[in-house]
């Protein structure tokens, strides 16, 4: 098994970036005029990062040798975990648990924001997070609606009527909304 | 005509409804400055959806209100339960929470509003003073020099991160590189689209924003499950009453303090990436050098609350002086206030204050009195405090992911904004987790269309390269952005390497080039002091043997 520290990985991550980006450059269409091709601002960018990462890489390189014992990860799961976590797929879970299950909701949460609109789904958000973070105990659950519902509406309410922002409806309020 | 335009914005700023909304956005400012892990720039990005259907000068306004609310909140959380509600209010816990412990939470909590009072309103005084002085300079850049001052910009908030250099620069160029994607500008040219409509129109930079500040800070402090369900209460004193004349009168026995740690305040506020988190710790060693009781220090002393507080709540001004006079953000929190303006299709520049007199004038207006409202409000906002330090931190977190939804989509009214803002949000938290400083990243974002903007400005006007070295404020943001780069390395040499004996000498002498070859009477004047300042000091090292503080201590031990 290749064994990489968590730095010298998110160095070869954005060289990889790096590479990716500056062949895409190429595909950007260059007018007849102006003196700043609309690539070369992207590029001397790209090329800076592209040190800047190479350097790092070199860095995490030489850091690894001198405490090899300490920061030497393994590359599959453990590459962006930290101190104290149990070892394999099983800690990394565990230590990440709540950040991933905030990233999760709001992933599914978007998915589902044409279907339940802003309202309902906010709602349904804000609770389950909630919930899913707090505990489920019953009269946990009872504050969690109520927070929910309060705070939800108050804020949908202030950027309906208040700022007159169109927040999406939903297929349940809207059968035409998709 | 500058009378007239301060009526003006008089009138604006002094309207019952921006008042009112200046009152909130105080209150809020507090409440969020109070919650440890709320950040100040995050209660200020989470008030940008709202302003946009305001007139620019009350959705300024309003702004600075949360800023200065938030920057005083801080000391709040600090001082009565040993969390600082915000990183600008760390070095007030080192005294504020011992005297509050010792049984005097009520003179602890006032020598802290009226410190940040007295440092708000010094700092209010320099931003309406020096603002227009530094514009006045700023009127004499070219396109070239105008660039050359964002990459300084950059290259000094990146060196802010220490040993952390390359990751900081990095994260700038990535900030940079983001801004990149959809149309250019200049040709409407479509760049790293990859074919999609969405990535064309690219990503609006608020949701960028509010997804590496909010989104990712809210991800990073619910991370461990047993301090996301803990509340505030569980710590510390909670009841007080304010004392606000016994605190006055340990302040008047101080004043000198109070001034001093507000100019530092001031100044670290004017320099691009350094914010109140770094001006606190720094007035509060000053503080304690300058003591003639330095062991009082951390025991609850007067003088270790009043310098923190009055540099904190100092530095906004400072932000805000290189906001409105150049364009540049001074740090996270001005940054986010250049998106406002630019919102309101207000363009930062020199020649801002000129072109929007009225606006600029009810900026420095609006930072006069929320501080007052600040003063005021922060007695009422004790008790509310009590009720918030029961949040428990996972609803706060889940109730303002909500509102980051309805926010950022409020926008554009378009979902795509919406996977701007969780995308940035991982990406965010991955960059916190693995040690990249966010700081240089956001003013990457922001800063990144005007450098481009002022290369191709600059271009057109010639092709000629060397201009970049060869005009005097071009040259002169190079340098300092080269030895700005090398201070990282400096700091951690000093005292081991002989090089180190030289950067001081050298970082004059290049900058006094600059400096003469602008002209004028004053400038070549400071040149010639700066030049023999480098050369004093080159002289005092060469007296000393060249020796290093490694070989002095080798000597006397």
Redesign the interface.
């Known amino acids: 098994m290749v064994s990489l520290n968590r730095d010298s990985v998110v160095a070869i991550i954005l060289l990889f970036v790096c590479g990716v980006l500056f062949y895409s450059s190429f595909d950007i269409r260059q007018p007849d005029y102006g003196v700043l091709m609309p690539s070369t601002w992207p590029r001397i960018i790209l090329v800076v990062l592209a040190l800047l990462s190479s350097i790092y890489l070199i860095q995490s390189l030489r850091d690894k040798r001198r405490e090899k014992a300490d920061d030497e990860l393994d590359i599959r799961v453990d590459a962006f975990a930290i101190e104290k976590n149990k070892p394999g797929l099983k800690g990394f879970f565990e230590y990440w648990r709540n950040p991933i299950i905030c990233f999760g909701m709001f992933f599914l949460y978007l998915i589902t924001l044409p279907v339940f609109g802003m309202l309902i789904g906010g709602l349904i958000f804000v609770f389950t997070l909630m919930s899913l973070l707090g505990g489920w105990k019953p009269r946990k659950l009872v504050t969690h609606a109520a927070i929910s519902i309060i705070t939800v509406g108050a804020m949908w309410g202030l950027f309906t009527f208040g700022l007159g922002v169109m927040l999406p409806e939903g297929v349940i309020f809207n059968p035409y909304a998709l | 005509m500058i009378i007239e335009n301060v009526i003006s914005a008089f009138d604006v700023v002094f309207s019952i409804q921006t008042l009112a909304l200046m009152a909130i956005g105080v209150t809020g400012g507090l409440i969020a400055g109070a919650i440890p892990g709320f950040t100040i720039a995050m209660a200020v990005v989470l008030t940008l959806p ?1 302003t946009f ?1 305001m007139p620019p000068e009350q959705g300024l306004a309003t702004m600075v209100s949360v800023l200065v609310g938030g920057l005083s909140g801080g000391l709040m959380a600090g001082i009565l339960t040993g969390i600082p509600g915000t990183p600008s209010s760390v070095a007030t816990t080192f005294d504020g929470f011992p005297l509050a412990r010792s049984g005097q939470p009520g003179l602890a909590l006032g020598i802290g509003v009226w410190s940040s009072f007295f440092g708000g309103i010094f700092s209010a005084i320099c931003l309406m003073t020096l603002a227009p002085q530094l514009a006045l300079i700023g009127l004499e850049f070219h396109p070239r020099d105008y660039f050359m001052l964002v990459i300084f910009a950059l290259t000094i908030t990146a060196s802010l991160a220490g040993k952390k250099l ?2 900081g ?2 994260a700038g ?2 900030g ?2 983001v801004r ?1 994607v959809g149309e ?1 500008d ?2 409407g ?4 689209d ?1 074919g999609s409509e969405f990535l064309l129109s690219g990503f609006d930079f608020i949701a960028v924003l509010i997804g590496l500040f909010a989104f990712s800070q ?3 402090d ?4 047993d301090v ?2 803990q509340s505030l209460a569980e710590r510390g004193t909670i009841k007080a009453k304010i004392e606000h004349l016994m605190a006055l009168k340990e302040i008047g026995k101080r004043w000198t303090l109070v001034i001093r740690s507000a100019t530092i305040g001031v100044f670290t506020g004017i320099l691009p990436g350094a914010g109140g988190s770094v001006a606190n710790i720094l007035a509060y060693d000053q503080a304690k050098k300058a003591s003639k009781e330095p062991e009082k220090f951390g025991t609850g002393t007067p003088e270790g609350i009043i310098a923190p507080e009055s540099s904190n709540n100092a530095v906004e001004g400072g932000a805000l002086i290189t906001l409105m006079a150049l364009g540049i953000p001074g740090d996270v929190t001005a940054a986010v206030m250049l998106g406002a303006l630019l919102i309101h299709d207000v363009v930062p520049s020199p020649s801002f204050i000129g072109d929007n007199p009225v606006l600029a004038y009810s900026i420095f207006i609006a930072f006069f009195i929320a501080t007052f409202m600040m003063l005021g409000l922060q007695t009422v906002m004790l008790r509310v405090f009590v009720l918030v330090t029961k949040i ?1 931190m ?2 706060l ?3 303002i ?3 980051c ?3 950022v ?2 926008l554009n ?1 378009g ?1 795509f904004d ?2 701007t803002l ?1 995308w940035f ?2 990406l965010g ?2 960059m916190r ?2 040690g990249f400083p966010l700081a240089p990243m956001i003013l990457g974002v922001v800063l990144g269309d005007i ?2 903007l002022n ?2 400005r600059a ?2 006007i010639s ?1 000629d390269f060397s201009t970049f070295f060869t005009r005097p404020w071009s040259l002169f943001f190079l340098i300092i952005a080269v030895f700005s780069a090398l201070f990282p390395l400096f700091q951690e040499h000093r005292g081991k390497f002989k090089w180190t004996l030289f950067y001081l000498p050298f970082a004059c002498f290049a900058v006094s080039v600059p400096l003469y070859l602008m002209g004028g009477v004053a400038r070549p004047v400071i040149a010639i002091i700066v030049l023999g300042f480098g050369a004093y000091t080159l002289w005092k090292r060469w007296k000393s043997g060249w020796e290093i503080a490694a070989e002095q201590e080798l000597k006397a031990s």
């Open positions: 709202f259907s390359v990751k620069l990095i160029a990535v940079l590189l990149t250019d200049a040709a040219m479509a760049r790293f990859f809210l991800l990073s619910v991370r461990d499950p996301a369900k428990r996972y609803m977190a889940a109730v992911l909500g509102f939804s309805i926010g989509f409020a009214n979902v919406l996977w969780v949000g991982a938290f991955l987790h693995l450098a481009e290369l191709a271009l057109a092709t």
